[in-house]
């Protein structure tokens, strides 16, 4: 007779612990698909685009020839400005207007490239120049199901979605994990592409890394019945109606 209880209630326990273990899927990022654990990323190049602001800073072994232009690293002139107030526009064309250096085209390039072309003017008039260059109209959007939605400035030039939605405190319960859509800039236009976090797509597909002006929307999930529910709030609320089940069973076999 003891069996028999022992039998029913470990089934009561599978049958209602087993929907709280099949909805934790809903929520998992990056689940395996074929037992890989480890891949390839794919490359990521920044290039400058006209609009940008870029910031630019010349080092010479002679500075005291270019006052207010360039410096050494133990001898900075001091310039108060904010980053803005001190950045160059890329214009329509793709050109820069440099001090001294002039005219100087950047569109189209990869940051590294612009930096070579840059240095590559100031070659011409000054010994050893060490050119450095930042953009810093980098900026990404991130709204709807996420815990800090906003506009966000990336200062290091590069970064993944997966760190976006990080910086943007994750997903809300109420987050549709299998639909997080891009919205990014294409030429002549604007495409959409559709992540599904709960795969290892955001590794390994052209969607592993945010863009300029990106815009990350996460849609939310049909709130109909169970969906209103935190994964916590539903987990303590099947073991209490477990071990109020398990309770009844022991107090009748007893009486």
Do not use: H
């Amino acid at each position: 007779m003891m069996n028999q209880k022992l039998k029913y209630i470990f089934l009561l326990l599978a049958v209602t612990t087993l929907p709280s273990c099949i909805s934790l899927k809903k929520f998992t990022y990056l689940q395996d698909e074929a037992g890989s654990s480890s891949g390839k990323s794919p490359e990521f190049t920044l290039k400058v685009v006209p609009g940008d602001i870029l910031t630019i800073q010349v080092y010479s072994e002679n500075p005291e020839a270019f006052p207010g232009v360039a410096a050494t690293n133990d001898r900075q002139f001091v310039d108060n400005r904010s980053s803005y107030e001190k950045g160059i526009l890329v214009d329509p064309q793709g050109n820069i207007e440099v001090p001294l250096a002039g005219k100087i085209a950047v569109g189209g390039l990869s940051m590294a490239d612009a930096r070579e072309a840059v240095t590559a003017k100031f070659k011409s008039f000054m010994d050893s120049p060490v050119v450095i260059m930042k953009k810093l109209s980098f900026k990404v959007t991130i709204l709807g199901e996420v815990n800090k939605p906003g506009l966000y400035y990336i200062p290091n030039e590069k970064m993944s979605l997966l760190e976006g939605i990080g910086m943007a405190g994750d997903l809300t319960y109420f987050g549709n994990r299998k639909t997080v859509k891009i919205i990014r800039q294409a030429e002549g236009g604007y495409k959409e592409l559709l992540v599904d976090l709960t795969t290892k797509q955001p590794l390994n597909a052209e969607v592993a890394w945010l863009y300029p002006d990106d815009v990350v929307y996460v849609q939310p999930i049909r709130r109909r019945g169970g969906a209103t529910i935190s994964p916590t709030v539903a987990v303590v609320t099947s073991i209490l109606a477990t071990l109020t089940l398990i309770s009844s069973l022991i107090l009748r076999e007893t009486n």
